[in-house]
């Protein structure tokens, strides 16, 4: 018999909201969204909580970002039965955002996984998948940082949480620019070609088997 179907959430930034096209328009179909494609690959369903231009921290913008807004974002979506887990995919705009400090991110990355694991959910979390111009370190008002510095604070912070970690570094789409529409976002190929390698690595991980 066939393991019953788990609810995860899944919250991301625009990666996760949108399917983009080449002029930078989100497409009206969400078929090829990764979250769409993982149930058609897993035995479970996929509850998208992802904006685009979402981030972890709050970055000098008061009451924004996911930790800032977790118990309505989150724990406002889990209704009367908590999700199995949840997959936290955020920080391409931690990044990218000159306001957010080394110690807002990894404080509210901290945060934000301690918060899941209190209502009861496993979590899994996502470095950043491969970026155009990541090799372009960004001042930030602490320092100047590279998007690998952040995805090394999000393994860390992981691990010392005992939660997963899946490094999109590793996925078929980096160093393809035909998945991009440009330097950071993926279309409707690159999310087809990104969601088995989520599934493989969550199984690998222990879940949706």
């Known amino acids: 018999?066939?393991?019953?179907?788990?609810?995860?959430?899944?919250?991301?930034?625009?990666?996760?909201?949108?399917?983009?096209?080449?002029?930078?328009?989100?497409?009206?179909?969400?078929?090829?969204?990764?979250?769409?494609?993982?149930?058609?690959?897993?035995?479970?369903?996929?509850?998208?909580?992802?904006?685009?231009?979402?981030?972890?921290?709050?970055?000098?913008?008061?009451?924004?970002?996911?930790?800032?807004?977790?118990?309505?974002?989150?724990?406002?979506?889990?209704?009367?039965?908590?999700?199995?887990?949840?997959?936290?995919?955020?920080?391409?705009?931690?990044?990218?955002?000159?306001?957010?400090?080394?110690?807002?991110?990894?404080?509210n990355y901290d945060g934000l996984i301690k918060f899941c694991h209190s209502m009861g959910m496993k979590v899994v979390c996502i470095c950043a998948a491969w970026h155009q111009m990541e090799n372009d370190p960004i001042q930030h008002a602490d320092a100047r940082y590279s998007l690998q510095t952040f995805r090394d604070w999000t393994k860390s912070i992981a691990q010392a949480n005992g939660a997963g970690f899946i490094d999109a570094t590793e996925s078929p789409i980096t160093n393809h620019p035909e998945y991009y529409c440009d330097p950071v976002h993926r279309n409707g190929a690159g999310a087809r070609v990104h969601a088995p390698f989520i599934v493989e690595r969550m199984r690998a991980l222990g879940h949706w088997l």
């Open 1 to 107: 018999m066939a393991n019953a179907v788990e609810r995860w959430f899944y919250l991301g930034d625009s990666n996760a909201a949108s399917v983009w096209t080449a002029d930078g328009e989100p497409l009206a179909s969400a078929m090829d969204l990764v979250v769409s494609q993982i149930p058609l690959l897993a035995n479970v369903t996929i509850q998208n909580l992802s904006s685009p231009g979402f981030r972890v921290s709050q970055g000098g913008l008061s009451g924004f970002g996911a930790y800032a807004n977790r118990a309505g974002l989150i724990g406002g979506a889990i209704g009367l039965v908590p999700p199995a887990g949840i997959i936290i995919d955020l920080e391409v705009n931690d990044w990218a955002t000159a306001a957010v400090t080394g110690a807002e991110f990894t404080s």
